[in-house]
């Protein structure tokens, strides 16, 4: 079983800085890539960046040059640094691994259960 644990979410002023990190855990042979999406209300869920397992990183336009993926391949643990907060970042972040689960040589996908982030003006 594989458990993803977001943490970092909370309330942040426009202009802020805020960080989140997300743990993978359990039975896990490698991890491809590891990444943040966010969820507003009433909004389908976007990609906000993503980084793989060789340091290749990817980010959304409106996040582009204000928001630093990282990622710790030996701790199988990634952050999101998000500087220069605007009113529209605020929604649930959700953290996301493509990974090989160890043990059956199955590749999948999973998910966090999401952190809060919301930005006051």
């Known amino acids: 079983q594989v458990q993803l644990v977001e943490s970092g979410g909370g309330l942040v002023e426009t202009g802020g800085s805020l960080r989140l990190s997300c743990a993978a855990s359990g039975t896990i042979l490698r991890i491809n890539s590891m990444g943040w999406y966010r969820q507003a209300p009433g909004v389908q869920r976007e990609l906000v960046a993503v980084v793989t397992s060789g340091g290749s990183t990817n980010y959304a336009d409106s996040v582009n040059g204000r928001f630093t993926i990282s990622r710790d391949n030996a701790k199988n643990t990634v952050a999101l640094q998000k500087n220069s907060r605007k009113p529209e970042d605020g929604a649930g972040y959700y953290c996301?691994?493509?990974?090989?689960?160890?043990?059956?040589?199955?590749?999948?996908?999973?998910w966090g259960q999401g952190t809060q982030v919301t930005v006051s003006s």
């Open positions: 996301n691994a493509d990974l090989w689960v160890r043990g059956v040589a199955r590749r999948a996908e999973y």
